[in-house]
């Protein structure tokens, strides 16, 4: 037997439809951003100009000596790459996870960050 599990930040009409096509008897849980966010995380909005200005505060932000670990969300797998790229050149031990990247490395990944 096989059991199909889905997991996301965010869950629009769509995915939800296809969802539900693809599972038997999905089954959904809700948790709400009060019950999950507390202890040591720190929410931010920053607003910047560009990509570059983005990445120089970014870096900024990754050099604070306070700051252990941090997971950055982009919009796009090439985007998730070349970021990784980018702070790695500035110093940064960085590792992008995402669907194009075989299990193996998403397992390592997943590892390391924990």
Avoid: C, M, W
């Avoid at 959904?28 to 607003?47: A, D, N, R």
């Avoid at 110093?91 to 390391?112: C, E, M, W, Y």
């Amino acid at each position: 037997s096989r059991q199909t599990l889905l997991f996301s930040a965010t869950l629009n009409k769509k995915i939800r439809q296809i969802s539900r096509t693809l599972q038997k008897d999905p089954y959904e849980i809700h948790i709400k951003p009060e019950q999950f966010v507390g202890g040591t995380i720190s929410q931010k909005l920053y607003f910047v100009d560009n990509i570059g200005h983005k990445l120089r505060l970014l870096d900024s932000i990754l050099t604070d000596p306070t700051i252990v670990q941090a997971i950055v969300f982009t919009s796009t797998k090439i985007q998730a790459d070349k970021l990784s790229e980018d702070l790695k050149d500035k110093g940064h031990v960085t590792a992008p996870l995402h669907g194009d990247i075989n299990q193996k490395k998403r397992n390592f990944t997943l590892t390391s960050l924990r």
